[in-house]
Nanobody, 115 residues
Framework: QVQLVQSGGGLVQPGGSLRLSCTAS????????MGWYRQAPGNQRALVAS???????NYADSVKGRFTISRDGAKNTMYLQMNSLKPEDTAVYYC?????????WGQGTQVTVSS
C-alpha cells in the first residue's frame, strides 16, 4: 500500500505562482510513476503532468512551459511548480502514484486563480 499526502494550493492572482507537494509513504519501492491530475467543476479529471521512476516527464499541452513536475527521492516527495497561472487553471489538483498492481490518489487540494 502507498499513502499520498498533498500540501500547497490556495488562492492566487492571475500570473502568480504556486507549488504543490505530494509526499508518499508505505510501499514506495513499488511505485513506477507519479503524476498530477486536476478536475474543474463539471469536467472530468485530467492529466496535468507525469514523471516516471526514470525521470521522464510529460505535460498536458495547456501547461507546457508554465508548470514543472519534479521529485525529491530523499524526501519521497513529488512537486508541481505552477507559474504564470491562469483562471482556467482553477481546479482541484490530485497527485497519483502507480504501482504494477494499482493506482493511489492523494486527498486533493484546491487551486483557485482569481483576481
Amino acid at each position: 500500500q502507498v499513502q499520498l499526502v498533498q500540501s500547497g494550493g490556495g488562492l492566487v492572482q492571475p500570473g502568480g505562482s504556486l507549488r504543490l507537494s505530494c509526499t508518499a509513504s508505505g510501499s514506495i519501492s513499488s511505485i513506477v510513476g507519479m503524476g498530477w491530475y486536476r478536475q474543474a467543476p463539471g469536467n472530468q479529471r485530467a492529466l496535468v503532468a507525469s514523471i516516471t521512476s526514470g525521470g521522464t516527464t510529460n505535460y498536458a499541452d495547456s501547461v507546457k512551459g508554465r508548470f514543472t513536475i519534479s521529485r525529491d527521492g530523499a524526501k519521497n516527495t513529488m512537486y508541481l511548480q505552477m507559474n504564470s497561472l491562469k483562471p482556467e487553471d482553477t481546479a482541484v489538483y490530485y497527485c497519483k502514484a502507480l504501482s504494477l498492481a494499482q493506482a493511489y490518489w492523494g486527498q486533493g487540494t484546491q487551486v483557485t486563480v482569481s483576481s
